[in-house]
């Protein structure tokens, strides 16, 4: 099993349309989470990030961190085409852990339809 | 430059050759990461850079796998042997500072695609 696990889609929504994506994670150590876009051949850009559990909103993007679940969220409202992409999460267990590296999902790939 | 630059952007190479990859992070960022990223694998994490030390080395997936640091600045993946299951995009990162949050942020670049024939 791996540490993170994400829906690799494809997801396809009507423009406007409320998007949700989703991680689920097994390593209860990881209290960093962050959201990265990745368009197709460029590398990935930060989208948001929140530090252990909670809720945290920029614009049309907000981030939720449920880590009693272990489940993290991104939801993006009025979806638009120039959001089609792949969106990957990652998070990061901290300087405790004698590592800064991140493990990533495999990306969820979204399709906006205008 | 303003950005994370890598080179060559493609490679395309024959089994058993070594290749080089170059990475050039931001001025003055001192953290650099590598990743790997295949089809349906995500970015897995390779090695990080603090400075010219890497205290993180768990991500290279065998001893074919060797990375350097100079300077501060450039660093250079080396696959030696290149077999076909290496065939990615090797993507490179810096932060300005090494830290574990997004509040650092790791910048990307485009990366290199490698495929081994």
């Known amino acids: 099993q791996k540490e993170v696990e994400q829906d690799p889609g494809p997801l396809s929504v009507p423009e406007g349309a409320i998007v949700s994506l989703n991680c689920t994670y097994s390593?209860?150590?990881?209290?960093?989470f962050m959201w990265y876009r990745q368009y197709s051949r460029k590398g990935p850009e930060l989208l948001m990030y929140t530090y252990s559990s909670g809720n945290k909103e920029d614009g049309r993007f907000t981030a939720q961190v449920d880590k009693s679940s272990k489940y993290i969220s991104l939801f993006i409202r009025d979806s638009q085409p120039s959001d089609s992409a792949t969106y990957l999460c990652?998070?990061?267990?901290?300087?405790?852990?004698?590592?800064?590296?991140?493990?990533f999902g495999t990306g969820t790939r979204l399709k906006v339809l205008a | 430059g303003a950005g994370v630059s890598q080179s060559p952007s493609n490679k395309v190479t024959e089994k058993g050759k070594d290749v080089e990859l170059r990475c050039d992070p931001i001025?003055?960022?001192?953290?650099l990461y590598w990743y790997r990223q295949s089809l349906g694998q995500g970015l897995e994490f390779l090695i990080y850079?603090?400075?010219?030390?890497?205290?993180?080395k768990s991500g290279l997936p065998s001893d074919r796998f060797s990375a350097e640091r100079t300077g501060g600045s450039v660093s250079t993946l080396t696959i030696q042997r290149t077999q076909q299951e290496d065939s990615a995009v090797y993507l490179c990162?810096?932060?300005?500072?090494?830290?574990?949050?997004?509040?650092?942020?790791?910048?990307f670049g485009p990366g290199t695609r490698l495929t081994v024939l």
């Open positions: 990652a998070m990061s267990a901290g300087q405790g852990s004698g590592t800064y590296k991140y493990i």
């Open positions: 390593n209860s150590a990881f209290q960093y």
């Open positions: 001025s003055g960022h001192t953290a």
């Open positions: 850079f603090q400075g010219n030390s890497a205290p993180d």
């Open positions: 990162a810096s932060s300005l500072v090494m830290s574990a949050g997004g509040d650092n942020e790791q910048f």
